[in-house]
């Protein structure tokens, strides 16, 4: 495993620039996750680490070897993409196994690696199966135990888990994360969700337009985001912005423009009480919670989150009480206020 540094780097498509000056640095055995909307770079960044995409501008670093213009047979990564790329008319074992027999290692050798990457990911049973007879999961190990078999000093995920379901991506996001566990291999995932990125990440890299946004624990991001665009990315139910002006009762900085907190923050009080009126809109029933979305005027729309045994009905007016330690105030062009 390596650490992984990237030093201003930036990516162009004619005269469009994708990738901003991004600095980076990855520690070994990390796992790192890019996250960030559609359309945001997080896939062209992994994809020119693994130098799938040439780097237009600075420098990638694996280890202290600069690798920004090496092919990416040379540097030593693996990369599980978000199609497994099994070949159909191989059984199991001979789709891990296939990339040490292209490199010409003894029968012997393979079969002992094979067979460890077999038992890391629980394949045991399944080695003499076709593509065909598994389930996405279980093709998903596959592919990456093809990866772990060459022993790569990094892994590089491109959203492994967006083809499968949402059991099977919580079952994946499990054993991909007991992977990180027992390799303690340096990784770097590239998702849309959230939830995989909050769940799994030593490290989250927010990015948005081709930029770094933030760059911190699950923790940081949600507790102390920096700007408006991580504060309503990170959590779901988003946080809540309302002007400040809207909620004259409780005391900002003068600076801040606008107030957020979370949903899990608001508690719900009579009507009259409180800092914000609003009245129920739609209420949403997951089992252990209910997301109740309120219409408050200027405030515009709030979402509380409450047990899921509430009394609350559409309709309803009531007032909305915000514990002054859980605001998050930001300035006029957005960024966090302490």
């Given at each position: ?15 469009v ?72 008319h ?31 990911l ?26 772990i ?46 939830v ?8 989250i ?19 102390k ?61 997951l ?21 899921a ?29 302490d």
């Amino acid at each position: 495993m390596s650490s992984i540094e990237l030093k201003a780097v930036e990516k162009w498509f004619g005269d469009v620039q994708v990738i901003k000056g991004v600095d980076l640095a990855i520690e070994e055995g990390e796992f790192v996750i890019f996250v960030g909307p559609s359309g945001c770079g997080k896939s062209t960044l992994l994809r020119m680490i693994a130098g799938l995409e040439e780097t237009t501008r600075g420098q990638i670093l694996i280890g202290e070897r600069d690798a920004t213009a090496e092919p990416p047979s040379k540097r030593g990564l693996a990369m599980v993409f978000q199609s497994y790329a099994l070949y159909p008319h191989m059984s199991v074992r001979e789709n891990v196994g296939f990339p040490l027999k292209s490199a010409g290692l003894p029968k012997a050798e393979i079969d002992a690696k094979v067979d460890e990457a077999a038992r890391v990911l629980k394949l045991d049973g399944y080695m003499d199966r076709r593509p065909k007879d598994l389930s996405g999961g279980q093709r998903q190990r596959v592919a990456i135990g093809r990866s772990i078999v060459r022993d790569p000093t990094a892994f590089l995920f491109d959203e492994p888990l967006s083809n499968l379901d949402a059991a099977l991506r919580v079952e994946m996001r499990y054993k991909i994360a007991k992977l990180h566990q027992t390799l303690k291999s340096t990784m770097i995932y590239v998702t849309h969700d959230q939830v995989e990125a909050m769940t799994l990440a030593d490290r989250i890299v927010v990015l948005e337009f081709g930029k770094i946004a933030q760059v911190g624990s699950p923790r940081e991001l949600y507790e102390k985001p920096a700007n408006l665009f991580v504060a309503q990315f990170i959590g779901s139910p988003r946080m809540n912005v309302m002007p400040a002006k809207a909620v004259p009762k409780v005391q900002l900085p003068t600076k801040a423009v606008s107030l957020g907190i979370r949903p899990e923050h608001i508690s719900v009080v009579d009507e009259g009480d409180g800092h914000l009126q609003g009245t129920v809109d739609v209420l949403e029933y997951l089992g252990a919670d209910t997301f109740v979305i309120m219409a408050c005027g200027e405030a515009g729309q709030v979402t509380v989150r409450i047990k899921a045994d509430t009394t609350l009905k559409p309709g309803t007016k009531v007032g909305l009480l915000f514990p002054s330690e859980s605001f998050h105030c930001f300035d006029d062009i957005g960024l966090a206020i302490d």
